[in-house]
Structures are given as structure tokens and as C-alpha cells.
């Protein structure tokens, strides 16, 4: 299987703060990443796919970066309604992973 | 405006079989550009995805838990099922399923989330 892996953990930041989430497979995914965003008590939301796309409707402050092992989320400037938990996710072998998720909150 | 909708029992005894049908509406199960699939989450833990169908019937699963799963669809009845035989505690989480953009045979990316079901085993 491929391991994903995303740093850090959990994180708090300030409104307005620029906000860098990363990602590190395990071996080479090409461009085969997704990333999701999950509140409380709520299913998934698509953000970005393919590493660098993002989902119609997501605000163009989320943009994703990289290629082969090591990719980025970015928050250019945080919003309150951007506390959540976030995941990463490859779709270049079977199974399909998820990274163990980062938690965003407000200091 | 598609949606997804997970149904089943709230509630499992070990070692019976968890079953839940996912029903699709706003959209047909049988559109060649989707995948469909059923990922978990345990409660306070992160995302596993179970397997995935295509509408003509091939499967695709988690080898983690392949000895025990079983998705099929009904294109008739726009759905599709989870079949979880020989269920623990461990199996204990929030069931969703949704759909993917077919990017690589199996694979893609998820557009399309239910909401999610909670199911517990216990006995």
C-alpha cells in the first residue's frame, strides 16, 4: 500500500493567516492526489484534485501544489469557516489512501 | 442536483454481516465516467476507503478487507450496496459512499459525498 503521510498533525493560526499543509507519499504518485476538507459531523468535501485542480465552487484562496512524493495544500489567507479537519488522498494504485489528516483550528 | 443516500441498520451484533445500500438521485449509476464507492470512518479517526464499482459490475477492494466485502449494484434501482461479513468492534465507524470521476480504471477523485451513516457493532 501506499502510505501517505501529512505534517503537521494539527496547526492553529490566526484570521487572515497563509496556512501550508503537507503531504509525502510513499513512492512516486505522479499527480494523483486529491485533497478534502471535513467538518464536524459532516461527510468530506473535495478541495483540489489531481494535485493542482481545484473543485468548481471552492473559493481560490485553497490552492495545491507538487508532483511524485511531496505535495502542498495552501491557505493563502484563513477563514473562519476553513476550521476543519483536511486529508489527502492517492488514487494512483489500489488501495486508494488517505493521509491521517490535519486539523485546523483558530488561536 | 445529484445526491447520495446511505440506508441500513444503526446497529450490527457481531459476527453477523453489516449490509447498507447507497441510492443515487439526480444522476444515473450507469454513466461511464463514475466510479462508486463506500469509505469509512471510525469514530474520532480518519478516512479507509472499502472498495469501489463500476456500472457493469466490476469491483474493486481494500485487500485489507476484501476477504469480508462484497459491493454490487442494481442499475435498475439507480443503488448500490456494501456487504461487511464476520463484523468485530473493530468494524465499528461512520459508513459513506460516494461517487468518482474515473480518472484511472478504479480510481479518481470523490465529487460526491452522502452523508454518512453511523453503524455500531455490538452485541
Known amino acids: 500500500d501506499i502510505q501517505m503521510t501529512q505534517s503537521p498533525s494539527s496547526l492553529s493560526a490566526s484570521i487572515g493567516d497563509r496556512v501550508t499543509i503537507t503531504c509525502q507519499a510513499s513512492?512516486?504518485?505522479?499527480?494523483?492526489l486529491n485533497w478534502y476538507q471535513q467538518t464536524p459531523g459532516k461527510a468530506p468535501k473535495l478541495l483540489i484534485y489531481a494535485a493542482s485542480t481545484l473543485e468548481t465552487g471552492v473559493p481560490s484562496r485553497f490552492s495545491g501544489r507538487g508532483s511524485g512524493t511531496d505535495f502542498t495544500l495552501t491557505i493563502s489567507s484563513l477563514e473562519p469557516e476553513d476550521i476543519a479537519t483536511y486529508y489527502c488522498?492517492?488514487?494512483?494504485?489500489?488501495?486508494?489512501?488517505f493521509g491521517q489528516g490535519t486539523r485546523v483550528e483558530i488561536k | 442536483q445529484p445526491q447520495l443516500q446511505e440506508s441500513g441498520p444503526g446497529l450490527v451484533k457481531p459476527p453477523e454481516t453489516l449490509s447498507l445500500t447507497c441510492s443515487v438521485s439526480g444522476d444515473s449509476i450507469s454513466r461511464s465516467t463514475y466510479f462508486w464507492g463506500w469509505i469509512r470512518q471510525p469514530p474520532g479517526k480518519g478516512l479507509e476507503w472499502i472498495g469501489s464499482i463500476y456500472y457493469t459490475g466490476s469491483t474493486y477492494y481494500n485487500p485489507s478487507l476484501e476477504s469480508r466485502v462484497t459491493i454490487s449494484i442494481d442499475t435498475s434501482n439507480n443503488q448500490f450496496s456494501l456487504d461487511l461479513s464476520s463484523v468485530t468492534a473493530a468494524d465499528t465507524a461512520v459508513y459513506y459512499c460516494a461517487r468518482s470521476w474515473v480518472v484511472v480504471t478504479a480510481r479518481g477523485y470523490f465529487d460526491l459525498w452522502g452523508r454518512g451513516t453511523r453503524v455500531t457493532v455490538s452485541s
Open positions: 488522498q492517492q488514487y494512483d494504485r489500489v488501495p486508494i489512501t
Open positions: 513512492r512516486d504518485i505522479r499527480n494523483y
